[in-house]
């Protein structure tokens, strides 16, 4: 990580620098009296999930992805102080006096001295904060420092605060060395010289990681702890990068814009759908008459590298000559006299050393629309290329781009703003075919699931009455698309007091609804003579499919039908452009030859390994692990063909199966270079970093993967290819099986199977990974257990596999031990150089003993169970039953898994 450096080019106010005394004691006393105390007004926020009590109350606080919290006392806070290393050197006694709650159902912190970096306020949702000295914030807490008199506690803060924290940590050479932040952090009971630079750094970083976090909510479907998302590798990934490129940042210089126009700078997008991955750039230039664009759209994982010589779309247009003919629309937009229609292409109207004007072609007759641009230049060289793509538009590019990729010399960012002065009313061309000449009208149902043909009022948003609980006739307008189990979102519009609007999810296959807990209103407004019904839509709806995007939205009659649209608001939008060689230097980290593993030396040291994937294109595992988390990678032993399955959780652990047993103690992380490290109870690991992804049938990978394994006798280099899949439960295949005559316990006369139908069978079902099949070996097997278990009988039974040689050369002693009879019967058994499993037993049927062999082979596995195919033979068949013959037996098939022989139940 490279070393904070001063942040002072962001803010030049200085905010009052508030906690306890900073003096190293043992905490938990009153702080000495100060002649400065500084009030912090304080909202928390949580997801509802988190949330152990009844909550109740409006936020006046900006909301993200939760509710307010608004039923806590205080015993669910706490204040400490902690050191450069982000353990905690003071617990601050917080008093009856010092704490109150607000009206609106805020919280008031007062506290002696002013505002700093080091003091933070912990919340526990569901007790009092577990504070300890000289350990790290508790993990199960919320947080955020007392850098602002007015902040909120949630995710985010949590989050951004431990990463700014980790950045320090790791520049710092002890607990009281805050390096460039040493004013954010006061001496004895003085206050904090200067927090505006550190408060305008965990600002931004909260804010940028917001989105993560919802998303990371989102994805886990409401089932998480604290600890998941403020542990998911994506969002400490994303809180790091921002550190990075906001400390880049703070080199900014001011620029010349009417310059910077001239020679032109360049935009990035990306886009990504299952293994296709688009760079999109394009360069824009204004010489103060006529606006110029070319883009250039690359296929990434297409084999060539970007060419940015040839653009594949490109426009020169003016503000007096605008031509917009072949060029389709993207949306309407109200101006001052009505909708126009607006091609997304930007056009410049001037610019000078401070600033440009700037509009789109279609909107340019509206000044009224026009948004003011300003520049700050950025110095990239060095800087982390992941860092800068971790940005919203380009943020699909990250995980192919390597953890050490840094611009080269000469490569410059440009820090943009861009305002707008009034909220701006669209409503987007949908591209399809409809009435109206605008192809975005309203669906309004009427009762029992029918829709309205196309509503021209707006009085046809509104219910005179909110519905009864559970009708389907109720009334509303569909808010979102059709969902898993075909249900959907309707709003219901009430016409009451309160102008409420409620949501229902509608379950259109038995006809029944759900009143979802959350609601919003509506308000008339008229704005450029044009009547719309304006709506906040809750963050909640995000989780029923509406976009994240797109809540703060309105109704309004177009072209004679009602129409939806959204708002853009009024206010300030930071954004990234760049110069040629930054958009090259992107291209070449991206474009990276694809690791050639013939080159991996099996006697390479861990440093050759980290090495060698660094001048060569790997997928990082920083942004993906999460794809892991229901998943499972498989992969079969070159050395001895028994399988490997690595299930990764969310908490850390690995539930890592060897030859089908499960191993305790494994855990992993993500390394600062996209590896993953699977760490094993006996202290040896595993790096293992992803080169390339096949894609399969059924949403399956075939992963090809690298391995650097340190034990205590040796390190190596090696790889293998996976299959990546579900966690579903496999299938027997029972092609070529015999019909089992239950009464007498025999195969069913026809279906008798001789050993050549039994391989014939086992060839066609086998599954191979990646053209290796699994097979039995005998050491793996010596001390598990084969576990067959059939629910619906509640029978289940076991073959334990002993490392005491049998009497019979090349055989092992053993037992079946069947739980449901209290049955032991003894066994001997063998793996062939096939790695089929070969058993042999006597048992007495009752009118005399009875030897029986089986064959067992693996056909299919997951790692954790094993699909097998069994041919089984008995001494009395051939005597007994006048259709079967010494050589023949019964074909069958079932899927059994292995364990300890330990945890084999007793008899």
């Given at each position: 990580?490279?070393?904070?450096?001063?942040?002072?080019?962001?803010?030049?106010?200085?905010l009052?620098?508030?906690?306890?005394?900073?003096?190293d004691?043992?905490?938990?006393?009153?702080?000495?009296?100060?002649?400065?105390?500084?009030?912090?007004?304080?909202?928390?926020?949580?997801?509802?999930?988190?949330?152990?009590?009844?909550?109740?109350?409006?936020?006046?606080?900006?909301?993200?992805?939760a509710?307010?919290?608004?039923?806590?006392?205080?015993?669910?806070?706490?204040?400490?102080?902690?050191?450069?290393?982000?353990?905690?050197?003071?617990?601050?006694?917080?008093?009856?006096?010092?704490?109150?709650?607000?009206?609106?159902g805020?919280?008031?912190?007062?506290?002696?001295?002013?505002?700093?970096?080091d003091?933070v306020?912990l919340?526990?949702?569901?007790?009092?904060?577990?504070?300890?000295?000289?350990?790290?914030?508790?993990?199960?807490?919320?947080?955020?420092?007392t850098?602002?008199?007015?902040?909120?506690?949630?995710l985010s803060?949590?989050?951004?605060?431990?990463?700014?924290?980790?950045?320090?940590?790791?520049?710092?050479?002890?607990?009281?060395?805050?390096?460039?932040?040493?004013?954010?952090?006061?001496?004895?009971?003085?206050?904090?010289?200067?927090?505006?630079?550190?408060?305008?750094?965990?600002?931004?970083?909260?804010?940028?990681?917001?989105?993560?976090?919802e998303?990371?909510?989102?994805?886990?479907?409401?089932?998480?702890?604290?600890?998941?998302?403020?542990?998911?590798?994506?969002?400490?990934?994303?809180?790091?990068?921002?550190?990075?490129?906001?400390?880049?940042?703070?080199?900014?210089?001011?620029?010349n814009?009417?310059?910077?126009?001239?020679?032109?700078?360049?935009?990035?997008?990306?886009?990504?759908?299952?293994?296709?991955?688009?760079?999109?750039?394009?360069?824009?230039?204004?010489?103060?008459?006529?606006?110029?664009?070319?883009?250039?759209?690359?296929?990434?994982?297409?084999?060539?590298?970007?060419?940015?010589?040839?653009?594949?779309?490109?426009?020169?247009?003016?503000?007096?000559?605008a031509?917009?003919?072949?060029?389709?629309?993207?949306?309407?937009?109200?101006?001052?006299?009505?909708?126009?229609?607006?091609?997304?292409?930007?056009?410049?109207r001037?610019?000078?050393?401070?600033?440009?004007?700037?509009?789109?072609?279609?909107?340019?007759?509206?000044?009224?629309?026009?948004?003011?641009?300003?520049?700050?230049?950025?110095?990239?060289?060095?800087?982390?290329?992941?860092?800068?793509?971790?940005?919203?538009?380009?943020?699909?590019?990250?995980?192919?781009?390597?953890?050490?990729?840094?611009?080269?010399?000469?490569?410059?960012?440009?820090?943009?703003?861009?305002?707008?002065?009034?909220?701006?009313?669209?409503?987007?061309?949908?591209?399809?075919?409809?009435?109206?000449?605008?192809?975005?009208?309203?669906?309004?149902?009427?009762?029992g699931?029918?829709?309205?043909?196309?509503?021209?009022?707006?009085?046809?948003?509104?219910?005179?009455?909110?519905?009864?609980?559970?009708?389907?006739?109720?009334?509303?307008?569909?808010?979102?698309?059709?969902?898993?189990?075909?249900?959907?979102?309707?709003?219901?519009?009430?016409?009451d007091?309160?102008?409420?609007?409620?949501?229902?999810?509608?379950?259109?296959n038995?006809?029944?609804?759900?009143?979802?807990?959350?609601?919003?209103?509506?308000?008339?407004q008229?704005?450029?003579?044009?009547?719309?019904?304006?709506?906040?839509?809750?963050?909640?709806?995000?989780?029923?499919?509406?976009?994240?995007?797109?809540l703060e939205?309105?109704?309004?009659?177009?072209?004679?039908?009602?129409?939806?649209?959204?708002?853009?608001?009024?206010?300030?939008?930071?954004?990234?452009?760049?110069?040629?060689?930054?958009?090259?230097?992107m291209?070449?980290?991206?474009?990276?030859?694809?690791?050639?593993?013939?080159?991996?030396?099996?006697?390479?040291?861990?440093?050759?390994?980290?090495?060698?994937?660094?001048?060569?294109?790997?997928?990082?595992?920083?942004?993906?692990?999460s794809d892991?988390?229901?998943?499972?990678?498989?992969?079969?032993?070159?050395?001895?063909?028994?399988?490997?399955?690595?299930?990764?959780?969310e908490?850390?652990?690995?539930?890592?199966?060897?030859?089908?047993?499960?191993?305790?103690?494994?855990?992993?992380?993500?390394?600062?270079?996209?590896?993953?490290?699977?760490?094993?109870?006996?202290?040896?690991?595993?790096?293992?970093?992803?080169?390339?992804?096949?894609?399969?049938?059924?949403?399956?990978?075939?992963?090809?993967?690298?391995?650097?394994?340190?034990?205590?006798?040796?390190?190596?280099?090696?790889?293998?290819?996976?299959w990546?899949?579900?966690?579903?439960?496999?299938?027997?295949?029972?092609?070529?099986?015999?019909?089992?005559?239950?009464?007498?316990?025999?195969?069913?006369?026809?279906?008798?199977?001789?050993?050549?139908?039994?391989?014939?069978?086992?060839?066609?079902?086998?599954?191979?990974?990646?053209?290796?099949?699994?097979?039995?070996?005998?050491?793996?097997?010596?001390?598990?257990?084969?576990?067959?278990?059939?629910e619906?009988?509640?029978?289940?039974?076991?073959?334990?596999?002993?490392?005491?040689?049998?009497?019979?050369?090349?055989?092992?002693?053993?037992?079946?031990?069947?739980?449901?009879?209290?049955?032991?019967?003894?066994?001997?058994?063998?793996?062939?150089?096939?790695?089929?499993?070969?058993?042999?037993?006597?048992?007495?049927?009752?009118?005399?003993?009875?030897?029986?062999?089986?064959?067992?082979?693996?056909?299919?596995?997951?790692?954790?169970?094993?699909?097998?195919?069994?041919?089984?033979?008995?001494?009395?068949?051939?005597?007994?039953?006048?259709?079967?013959?010494?050589?023949?037996?019964?074909?069958?098939?079932?899927?059994?898994?292995?364990?300890?022989?330990?945890?084999?139940?007793?008899?």
């Open positions: 990580m490279r070393k904070l450096s001063a942040l002072a080019v962001i803010c030049s106010a200085s009052l620098s508030a906690c306890g005394s900073s003096d004691n043992n905490g938990g006393t009153t702080p000495p009296e100060e002649t400065t105390s500084t009030s912090f007004a304080i909202s928390v926020d949580a997801p509802p999930s988190l949330i152990t009590t009844q909550i109740q109350g409006i936020s006046l606080f900006t909301q993200a992805y509710d307010p919290v608004d039923s806590l006392t205080k015993d669910n806070f706490a204040v400490a102080i902690i050191d450069a290393d982000g353990n905690v050197i003071e617990n601050v006694e917080l008093t009856d006096e010092q704490w109150s709650q607000e009206p609106d805020s919280y008031v912190i007062t506290l002696p001295g002013g505002v700093r970096l003091c306020i919340v526990d949702l569901d007790g009092t904060p577990a504070v300890q000295l000289n350990q790290p914030l508790p993990s199960d807490n919320i947080f955020a420092p850098t602002s008199e007015a902040f909120q506690v949630d803060s949590t989050a951004a605060y431990r990463a700014v924290v980790e950045q320090i940590a790791a520049a710092s050479t002890s607990g009281s060395d805050w390096g460039d932040f040493a004013s954010a952090v006061p001496s004895g009971n003085e206050v904090a010289s200067d927090v505006s630079v550190a408060q305008q750094l965990v600002s931004s970083v909260i804010e940028e990681v917001r989105e993560q976090i998303q990371a909510i989102l994805d886990s479907g409401n089932d998480f702890t604290l600890e998941d998302i403020l542990e998911d590798p994506a969002v400490q990934e994303l809180a790091d990068n921002v550190v990075d490129r906001i400390e880049t940042e703070t080199g900014a210089a001011d620029s814009v009417a310059e910077l126009l001239q020679q032109g700078f360049w935009w990035v997008n990306s886009y990504s759908e299952n293994d296709y991955l688009e760079f999109e750039t394009g360069n824009i230039s204004f010489d103060g008459v006529t606006t110029s664009e070319s883009l250039y759209i690359w296929d990434v994982k297409g084999g060539e590298a970007l060419d940015l010589t040839m653009a594949d779309e490109e426009y020169a247009q003016t503000i007096a000559t031509d917009t003919t072949g060029y389709e629309v993207d949306r309407w937009v109200l101006g001052s006299e009505g909708w126009l229609a607006d091609y997304d292409m930007p056009l410049f001037s610019a000078d050393a401070s600033s440009a004007t700037m509009t789109n072609i279609g909107l340019h007759s509206d000044a009224s629309l026009d948004r003011t641009i300003s520049l700050k230049q950025v110095d990239l060289a060095g800087a982390s290329i992941r860092a800068f793509a971790a940005t919203e538009d380009a943020s699909d590019l990250v995980p192919y781009i390597p953890a050490n990729a840094m611009f080269s010399e000469g490569a410059q960012a440009y820090l943009g703003s861009e305002t707008a002065a009034e909220d701006r009313y669209r409503i987007y061309n949908w591209d399809c075919e409809q009435e109206g000449e605008f192809c975005n009208r309203i669906y309004r149902n009427m009762g699931g029918a829709e309205e043909a196309a509503p021209t009022s707006l009085d046809a948003l509104f219910s005179e009455q909110a519905a009864e609980e559970n009708d389907y006739a109720m009334q509303g307008i569909w808010m979102t698309p059709t969902q898993a189990g075909n249900t959907s979102v309707l709003a219901e519009f009430v016409q007091d309160a102008n409420t609007v409620n949501f229902y999810k509608i379950f259109h038995d006809q029944t609804t759900e009143k979802l807990s959350f609601s919003t209103t509506w308000q008339t008229t704005v450029s003579g044009q009547e719309i019904v304006r709506v906040s839509l809750p963050l909640a709806l995000v989780a029923y499919g509406a976009e994240s995007d797109d939205i309105f109704f309004t009659v177009a072209e004679g039908l009602v129409r939806r649209g959204n708002v853009e608001m009024a206010g300030t939008e930071n954004f990234y452009l760049f110069n040629q060689q930054a958009i090259e230097d291209g070449d980290a991206l474009h990276r030859e694809s690791c050639d593993l013939e080159g991996l030396a099996t006697d390479f040291s861990e440093q050759q390994y980290k090495d060698f994937f660094a001048s060569c294109a790997y997928l990082s595992a920083s942004d993906g692990i892991f988390y229901d998943g499972r990678l498989v992969r079969i032993a070159g050395s001895d063909g028994t399988t490997r399955a690595y299930d990764f959780n908490d850390g652990s690995v539930d890592y199966y060897r030859a089908g047993v499960l191993l305790d103690g494994v855990t992993y992380s993500v390394t600062d270079e996209g590896f993953i490290k699977v760490e094993f109870a006996d202290d040896s690991y595993d790096l293992l970093t992803f080169v390339a992804a096949e894609d399969l049938e059924n949403q399956d990978e075939l992963l090809t993967v690298a391995v650097f394994t340190q034990d205590s006798e040796l390190a190596e280099a090696w790889y293998f290819k996976g990546f899949t579900d966690r579903a439960a496999i299938y027997s295949c029972g092609t070529g099986d015999s019909d089992w005559d239950d009464a007498n316990e025999v195969p069913v006369e026809g279906t008798e199977k001789v050993l050549a139908n039994y391989q014939a069978a086992v060839t066609e079902c086998q599954m191979p990974i990646a053209g290796r099949v699994a097979k039995f070996d005998a050491e793996r097997l010596k001390g598990t257990a084969l576990k067959a278990s059939y619906e009988e509640q029978e289940e039974e076991y073959y334990l596999f002993s490392d005491v040689a049998s009497s019979e050369a090349g055989w092992y002693e053993g037992e079946v031990r069947i739980i449901h009879e209290q049955l032991s019967i003894d066994m001997i058994w063998q793996v062939t150089e096939a790695g089929e499993l070969k058993l042999r037993a006597t048992f007495d049927d009752g009118s005399g003993a009875v030897d029986i062999e089986e064959t067992n082979t693996i056909v299919a596995s997951n790692g954790v169970e094993f699909s097998l195919k069994i041919f089984a033979q008995q001494s009395n068949w051939a005597t007994d039953f006048d259709y079967m013959s010494a050589d023949e037996g019964e074909i069958w098939s079932d899927v059994r898994t292995l364990v300890a022989i330990d945890d084999v139940p007793a008899l």
